[in-house]
């Protein structure tokens, strides 16, 4: 789950002050180091192969796997079998004992005006054998509840709060009937959508993709292109994961077998309404009967008909059986001990499970892993470690509620808090040629560095592809560059806003460990649907699995570069740009809350108690702004001396590591206690929310929690700075 990340995301564009890397010149090496790093890479990068890539492939998208089935277990077996054979170390699968959901049956019949049973589910496409697969399921959506309602249906668009509110300005209430909603641009969590309506009381949500969104309005639809056809389904949970993630049941920690469980109606995250997906083929007799009012211009989709609110004329009966309930999820974990630094860790994961055969999400990921693993043993075999450890995870019930990194975080969270100096995450390696990069602030240069030494199919380095892509979707205002600083002789492509929906959240925002997220994408209408599968990554995605191999060389040296670094590659001056970049844009939306400069002190002055005043809290960013410019000179400069106290880099390295996670606040963010990190956060929708507790206090207008806020926030980056000036000392003594 993560295909939404473009379309919702903003680029950062921020000045940079590293000249053009040559090759002996790695940020976080010394020049010696770096020319045997380059040797290294080289190595690496000559041996993850397009047919391997297909071939493993082809393995995890042979049978539907979703979380909790047989096959999906089976492959958990399979991926250690092979993990041994590649020579990984330490190899454990882990159980964890989650609620989990299971469709039994489901059944949806317009009852009037007319009578349509509906589908619900897809049909065969030709050409596409594995279409035909009799274990495919159904239309389901993960933790919607069994229930059986006969009541009128009404459209509510996308079905977040703002419609629901014009449906009422019509006189329309939802309560107690079946609301009809669609899947959305830019996307919004359909979870989210399942919790608004059940607050408004409806019996019953049905979400349907519309064709404007992902079918023939964008283009060719499957199998003549890679839009959703007529009858796909996109499934999906509708755990409200945004409250807290993982199993639902034990919120904070994790459930091995036997751990304490709430009891499930205490459980914050589990629905409360029924849901079910819709093929628009299902969806198009519903909406076509419609009487009320005609609706809105932008609440019209695809459809060649006018749309309408609807009223009392058509009626529905909806079914749904599920099968929720504990039952066992496995995380497969394995790792190359570091050489010299084995309690440092760089850990990598993709999740496994899929909806159906996941041709994009996940097994796109999940191929591009094993062949990273397979690389990284050969270079084993060939005596080459890491000098850090490089542990290696196969997740499993991502895309129910982040439940298997979610539990595994939770397990391990003090050890990693001790030991993690990152995480790089792949959920969906490729479904087109694009490159998306996100990374914690601090690691956005070293990311963008690490492009420029990998080649695109294009013949392009990855680095200028990648740039291609942002400025072309900058001019289709797909992105937006705000920042534009004078002076700015570089740009940062990496995307630093980083909200929910994958794996990294447990690292980010419950353990403080910087991450990154990893992917290629392109035109995808078949999400969530039985279609993802390997005929559409064969014909569309990614033909001759050039980038599944580009994926595999990416994620593989960022980790060797993390793992084998004298110096950690954090950049700290980057970072408090970008929180800076993040009060300006808060400041900027609300008029209550105060920054330095014109237009502000009157207001400022009148020591008013509805507004916030942020002066001290840019005083500090400033501050800690200039502390990471100091550190990344002290760090470059004793780096190119090849001065480097090997005892002083470790410990440096120690402190380096903690920044990270001295901006979690242990009491989390109002009403979240789960999401502990205070720059980093998401909406109910999954969107990136950054400064999660300040913003949603200042958007609430709760100016003694806003206040609260700024003063965790200001505390926060007081203790980074004096951290930074500490390391500072350290490297000019
Ligand atoms: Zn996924």
Redesign the pocket.
Known sequence: ???FLTMNRLVLFITLSFTTISQAQILGFSPASAAHEVEIENKFKAIPSADEERRQHRVFTHEPHTAGSKRNNELAEYIAAEWKKQGLEDIVIRRYDVYGTNPKSASLEMIAPTHYQALVREIPIPGDDDSKNPAINGAWLGMSISGEVTAPVIYAHSGNPEDYELLRQHGISVKGKIVLVRYSNPYSYRGFKALTAQREGAAAMLVYSDPQEDGYKKGKVDPDGPWGPEYHVQRGAITYDFMVPGDPQTPGWASVPGAKRIPIEQAVSVPKIMALPLSWHDAKPLLESMDGPAAPKDWQGGLPFQYHLGGERVKAHLKIEMDNGVQPYYVVEGRIRGSEFPDEWVVMGN?RD?WVF?GV??SS?TASMMELTRSLGELKKQGIRPRRTLVVCSWDG??IGLTGSTEWGEQFADELGKKAVAYINV??ATSGSDFHGQAVASLAPMLEETTRGLRDPSGKTLYDAWKAVVEREKKEGTRSSQFSASGVVNETLADTRIGSG?DHTVFLNFIGVPVLGLGFEGNYGVYHSAYDDFFWMNQFGDPGYRYHTLMTQLWGVTALRLANADLLPFDFATYAKNIRRFVSELAGENKSVILSGAGSNERAQSKDVSSLDLREVQKAIDNFEAAGKTLNEAMSGKLSSGTLDPQLASTLNQSLMRVERNWLNPDGIPGRPWFKHILYGARYTYAHLELPGLTEAVEKQDWPTAKQQADVLEHLLHKNTDLLRDLNQRLRQ
Do not use: F, K, L, V
Request: aromatic residues 0%; charged residues 35%; glycine residues 14%.
């Open positions: 789950m993560i295909a999740h899929a996941g999400d996940p990921g991502e895309e959920d969906e994958s």
